[in-house]
Nanobody
Framework: QVRLVESGGGLVQAGGSLRLSCVAS????????MGWYRQAPGKEREMVAR???????NYQDSVRGRFTISRDNVKNTVALQMNLLKPEDTAVYYC????????????????WGQGTQVTVSS
């Protein structure tokens, strides 16, 4: 019923930039918080950044000041601008959204995209 699709991943040199995008579609009544998580090889998935419908943001300490999360509440999109990338940022990045399903108000579920690979070389 609800699908999140990420795009924008790729290979970049250390110090470079990438912009990830995610669009939510389907039977959506409303979307609450949206965010980006990542999972590196051999590590658990971790929160990178989250943003509320009103624009309040939270960042993992390691990316604060380098990454910027934003959203468009009309287009149901969330983006992650990643600057000054480091090799340790290499991971699969996942988009997530808290979605109130259309036709079922007050029933909120977390949805996840399939992930997009970000590789930062030194």
């Amino acid at each position: 019923q609800v699908r999140l699709v990420e795009s924008g991943g790729g290979l970049v040199q250390a110090g470079g930039s990438l912009r990830l995008s995610c669009v939510a579609s389907g039977s959506i009544f409303s979307i609450g918080a949206m965010g980006w998580y990542r999972q590196a090889p051999g590590k658990e998935r971790e929160m990178v950044a989250r943003i509320s419908p009103g624009g309040s943001t939270n960042y993992q300490d390691s990316v604060r000041g380098r990454f910027t999360i934003s959203r468009d509440n009309v287009k149901n999109t969330v983006a992650l601008q990643m600057n000054l990338l480091k090799p340790e940022d290499t991971a699969v990045y996942y988009c997530t959204a808290d979605v109130e399903i259309g036709g079922r108000p007050n029933e909120v579920y977390d949805f996840w995209g399939q992930g997009t690979q970000v590789t930062v070389s030194s």
